[in-house]
């Protein structure tokens, strides 16, 4: 079993930065795939950006430019560096781990931008 944990959510001003955070642990695969997702009520979870252990990173659209996605493999953790925020990125954001065919999810983090 994986379990993930987030941190780093909040409320910032438009403009402003966000750093999240996901910490995995249990049975954690040498390869995997770990990266954030977003949801807004009433909405389909929607892609952020995804990082694999071997360096590739893919983000959205809406994220390039503006979110950085980091990760430390040893540590099983990863990263979403999130700037030039707003209001457009409120949503809850989930950690995302995929190892061969099982994923899982952390429990999410809420993050309000205001105007």
């Known amino acids: 079993q994986v379990q993930l944990v987030e941190s780093g959510g909040g409320l910032v001003q438009a403009g402003g930065s966000l750093r999240l955070s996901c910490a995995a642990s249990?049975?954690?695969?040498?390869?995997?795939?770990m990266g954030w997702y977003r949801q807004v009520l009433g909405k389909q979870r929607e892609l952020v950006a995804i990082s694999t252990t071997g360096g590739t990173k893919n983000y959205a659209d809406f994220a390039k430019g503006r979110f950085t996605i980091s990760r430390d493999n040893a540590e099983n953790t990863v990263y979403l560096q999130m700037n030039s925020l707003n209001p457009g990125d409120t949503a809850v954001y989930y950690c995302?781990?995929?190892?061969?065919?099982?994923?899982?999810w952390g429990q999410g983090t809420q993050v309000t931008v205001s105007s």
């Open positions: 995302n781990l995929r190892q061969w065919v099982a994923m899982y």
């Open positions: 249990g049975s954690i695969e040498r390869v995997n795939t």
